[in-house]
């Protein structure tokens, strides 16, 4: 669980949330959200989840305005025609380089598998507080990690939000408890490791690039793959409160889904987008090392998490990101010293993902870290 606080936020990488000065220093066994917004006839939250500006409360989650997305039919880029494959082709190219974000349909998981990983994630929330304790986060890189907030350690005013992370592949791992969270996570993050090697042929082509050029650059068959389900409970003064503040995911690309509360927004030509999505479709955001390999071409979506004053939000998130010891760098095929330079550093994954330890969540504050120009 979160430790005594370091390190402020940096307050000028989101200008929108101004952080409340001065705040309390959290103690070293800070409780969940979820222990906090169960406390009988809370009206307000602690100052040290509240974020404000000069002292003064601001609308931290401001209502979102609402866009069509893209929508890729799945089943058309494994099993249509030449030319309807090479159509879902031509709109994931366009979703990852106008949107950075697309629903994916027709994709053959089970409704009932889908529900089922998101039931089981709530179970695991619904423990007494000491036997989810034994997983509290201590690293990055620990395989199965709960905690609060996003990193404690360099924040000093917290998200409205509990969190359980596991790596499932290469190697898998699940909790004890609930007991059927290994069967349900396991049959799950399969059929999803699935559609990202698929997806990620698609992405490739879209590129110009051979279908397996990304899968091959990155290690898709060795990848990094973790399982995150973040609860949101509900907040007495959710219009200062944040769930996840604007950020961009460390991975390659991440599928997510959510219970029937809406709470997801992406940044899109400026304007934050409420995301609704179509049942039984996963939503899919391309994260950082796609935009380091398509050398800025394809970016890295800025999304964040709001809550509300009625409901718990859940969302189960698959981050599918390069095998730890990949290193990434702009595709060769993608770059010209002359009219195409390089834009990012090469890196090796393990070592991005440390970088989540000793950075802010806020927008892109690990991907600068690599930017050449």
Request: aromatic share 8%; charged share 20%; with cysteine.
């Amino acid at each position: 669980m979160p430790q005594t606080l370091h390190n402020n936020f940096a307050t000028n990488l989101c200008p929108n949330f101004l952080l409340q000065k001065q705040l309390p220093m959290a103690s070293p066994a800070m409780a969940s959200v979820k222990t906090i917004a169960q406390t009988p006839n809370l009206t307000s939250i602690p100052s040290s989840y509240v974020f404000s500006a000069d002292g003064g409360a601001v609308d931290a989650a401001p209502q979102g305005v609402e866009d069509s997305i893209p929508t890729v039919d799945f089943s058309l880029l494994t099993m249509g025609t030449p030319d309807q494959r090479a159509e879902v082709v031509d709109q994931l190219g366009k979703a990852c380089q106008d949107w950075g974000f697309f629903m994916v349909i027709n994709h053959g998981v089970a409704e009932t598998v889908m529900t089922e990983m998101v039931d089981i994630c709530r179970e695991f929330f619904d423990l007494e507080e000491e036997e989810k304790r034994e997983y509290e986060t201590k690293h990055v890189l620990d395989p199965i990690r709960y905690g609060t907030s996003f990193n404690p350690k360099m924040e000093k005013v917290f998200f409205w939000r509990d969190y359980l992370k596991i790596m499932v592949h290469p190697n898998f791992h699940a909790p004890t408890k609930p007991s059927r969270f290994r069967e349900i996570s396991e049959e799950y993050c399969r059929r999803v490791r699935e559609l990202a090697r698929e997806l990620a042929r698609g992405i490739s082509e879209s590129l110009g690039l051979e279908g397996c050029t990304l899968e091959k650059a990155v290690n898709l068959k060795s990848c990094s793959q973790i399982l995150v389900g973040n609860l949101y409970p509900p907040c007495p003064q959710a219009e200062v409160a944040m769930g996840l503040p604007p950020h961009s995911d460390h991975c390659l690309l991440t599928f997510i889904l959510q219970n029937k509360i809406c709470g997801l927004q992406i940044l899109h030509q400026g304007k934050w987008v409420n995301v609704n999505p179509i049942p039984n479709s996963f939503l899919v955001n391309t994260a950082d090392q796609l935009e380091i390999f398509s050398n800025g071409k394809y970016k890295s979506l800025l999304h964040r998490a709001i809550v509300n004053k009625k409901a718990t939000r859940m969302s189960v998130g698959i981050a599918i990101g390069p095998s730890l010891d990949t290193v990434v760098g702009p595709a060769p095929e993608l770059v010209h010293q002359l009219t195409n330079p390089p834009l990012y550093k090469h890196i090796k994954y393990k070592d991005y993902m440390e970088l989540v330890q000793t950075n802010d969540l806020q927008h892109k504050s690990m991907l600068d870290l690599v930017r050449l120009v």
